[in-house]
């Protein structure tokens, strides 16, 4: 069985072994596509069922599980995997309430091992580098994709290099980086700059480009998907809804939806919705414009692993948006904390780019597009240890034009019983 990469444009393919991230002819963005009438006869629930809990390299990995629909050409002592995935699936009733709907799911990526979704792309990613004979691979980050390459390819025993933007990285990530022993530059560039800038000098140095543009990336982050899907026993929810920066992972769900559905492990497509910051939202203009073009901007935001003006994924993006007839909703960055507050204070935790997606849950059942009897899974995307500045900045209530709605102070006592008790006779807020 081979798959091989395609342009979503032009349709001109490529075998799986060449070293290329967009068509040659158009300049398109690829997919790896496989063999789905092979397929069909190959894979099946109960085939998925049967792996879980496996002890069995590469079936212990919430990725390789699924490995016939990510990368099933992939010779396994060429894989790299830590293992990632098998992130929980949270019920979350207390949040289900706040945002208006009566079933909510939050589906965990910051479980992954180094606290992020980036994990599923980047077994997928580092795996291809070794099968293509690469040394050295390279990504421009907000941050989570470089702690992810860094501690990937040093795994598989890879140089890492990865271009940060010099302002406003979140702290754990850039300290996960330097730990796993990557190259770490930090340019003084956006995010859209440092990915253009990476992408050339990859071409001139030979080195493997491992951010979202790379296709076997979106394969790995399709098994959020599928995963989340086998956890609620394969019935479709009515929503899924993930925040959006580059857009690799809401291209990657909408490629994993059509496959599921195409083989009949899926009887129907759920509604996707993306998720942006007011700041960073490309995206949601264009949704608003009917999709006519893609018009890059000037990002700001609180959360900075979206701090993204320019997605690289826009085009699979907006094709994911209408296979699931899918929408696109922004929310502030006071809304994003708030979330990230809510979803810490039930004691699951998350960065800020993940709150989007419980605040835009919030904002789609108040304005009518979520009903409130729906069923809805939000993908949190990074762990509460990423960005521990923004928490305690907000709890502190010290970030400009932001008000901490339910602030949880440290209180400061003298080490004395008394003193303690004064201390522990106040009551405790509850935000939700
Ligand atoms: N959430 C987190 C925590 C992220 O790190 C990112 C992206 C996103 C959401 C957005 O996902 O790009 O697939 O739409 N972070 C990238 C990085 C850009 O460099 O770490 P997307």
Redesign the pocket.
Known sequence: MTSILQCMDCERQYRTDTVIYTCDDCGGLLDVVHDLDALRSLVSRELFDSRLGSLDFPYNSGVWRYKELVYPDAPDDLIVSRPEGSTNLYPVPRLAKWAGVGTLYLKHEGENPTG???DRGMTGGVTQARILGKHSVA????????ASLAAYAAWANLRGIVLFQNKQVALG?LAQAIAYGATCIRVNAD?DKNLALVREISAELDIYVL??VNPFRLEG?KTIMIEMLQQLRWRVPDWVV??????????AFGKALRELYDLGLIDRLPRLAIIQAEGANPLYRAYQRGFDRLEPMHAETI?T??K?GS?V?YPKAVRALRWTDGVVEQVSDQEIMEAKALIDGVGIGC?P??GCSLAGIRKLVENGTIKPQETVVGVL??HVL?DPDATIDYHADRIPNLRAVCPNRPIEAEGTLDDLRRVLSTPIPTAT
Do not use: D, W, Y
């Open positions: 992020s979704f980036k990504c421009a980050s907000t941050g989570n994709t470089s990530k995010f951010n979202s982050q993930c925040p959006g920066g580059n857009l690799g992972n809401s291209s959360a692993a979206i993204i997605p994924n960065e780019a993940s995307t990074g990423k």
